[in-house]
């Protein structure tokens, strides 16, 4: 497996990423780059993280064998459209969107006959810094990535996205774009609004900056993701809306019975509910560690 051309479109840290991987899994000697931004595009060029960069969608697609797309998801329908006509028949094209129902009726919409060329990914990799200096040839190793091929992807496609995601050791999953997004919201998106939340709310009180001051570990872990891009994170939530508002309106109906067993001053019901949180939260930290030596 060896390709001529890799074009990245969006030069950050997930695009940044998947090139220095591919650099260094050996089956990328040439990456061209382009980014709205000169800014990136320089900077992507100045770590090496590209080989040249290109001045349109257009002009880094043109005779690309291999093409990734890592923009904010709102941005991916204009990318295929400015694309589309500069695609080759044979191409790989992928991204790397955290929402997948909205990214595969964009491909609809606008990729014509170059629909086959589309395969939808979503690596569940990531930093709470954005930006391609923050770059890591190892961010995909040994972590999901969950395929969602449309009806319409050519199976050449599907398996050579299944090799390079391979290649940088990603664990693969398949599912469906509507299956994913139910799921994803349950895992991933609400425990970043929940974190978002949290943050406002404590600094929200007047001796806010105090409070966050005593915070130790556990409130640096689950509060990390509060840190992640805000534009990456307002797509997301508003692309997955229907599903994020469901998961929102379980944690709720969670967050309530909590709420009742405290205010009734229940110590019995809110120790059962903490016992069901424990034992479920390891039997499943078991099953993971289990699959994880397989």
């Not at 770590?47 to 990734?68: E, K, P, T, Y």
């Not at 400015?82 to 909205?102: I, N, Y």
């Not at 998106?189 to 600094?203: E, N, Q, S």
Request: glycine fraction near 6%; aromatic fraction near 6%; include cysteine.
């Amino acid at each position: 497996m060896k390709f001529q051309k890799v074009a990245l479109i969006g030069c950050g840290l997930m695009g940044g990423s998947f090139a220095l991987a591919a650099r260094s899994a050996g089956w990328a000697p040439h990456i061209v780059g382009f980014s709205p931004s000169a800014t990136s595009r320089q900077k992507a060029l100045s770590l090496g993280v590209i080989d040249a960069s290109a001045d349109s969608i257009a002009q880094a697609v043109q005779d690309a064998d291999l093409i990734l797309l890592a923009v904010p998801v709102k941005a991916t329908a204009a990318c295929f459209q400015a694309m589309a006509p500069a695609l080759r028949v044979d191409a790989l094209l992928m991204d790397v969107g955290s929402t997948k129902s909205d990214i595969v009726a964009a491909a609809i919409d606008t990729l014509g006959d170059r629909l086959h060329c589309f395969v939808p990914v979503h690596p569940i990799a990531g930093k709470e810094v954005a930006g391609v200096e923050h770059s890591d040839a190892d961010l995909y190793k040994e972590r999901a990535l969950i395929l969602t091929p449309m009806p319409t992807s050519g199976t050449a496609q599907v398996q050579l996205a299944k090799q390079i995601w391979a290649s940088l050791g990603s664990d693969i999953t398949e599912l469906t774009p509507a299956a994913h997004d139910a799921a994803f919201a349950a895992v991933s998106h609400l425990p970043h609004v929940l974190a978002y939340a949290m943050i406002r709310g404590i600094f929200q009180q007047k001796n806010g900056a105090a409070l966050i001051a005593l915070g130790g570990p556990g409130f640096r872990d689950f509060s990390r993701i509060a840190a992640s891009d805000p534009v990456v994170w307002r797509d997301i939530l508003t692309t997955n809306r229907e599903q994020v508002l469901l998961q929102i309106a379980h944690f709720k109906e969670a967050l309530e019975d909590f709420e009742k067993a405290i205010e009734t001053n229940h110590p019995q019901a809110l120790e059962d509910m903490i016992r069901q949180a424990s034992d479920l939260r390891f039997k499943w930290r078991m099953g993971a560690h289990q699959n994880s030596e397989e």
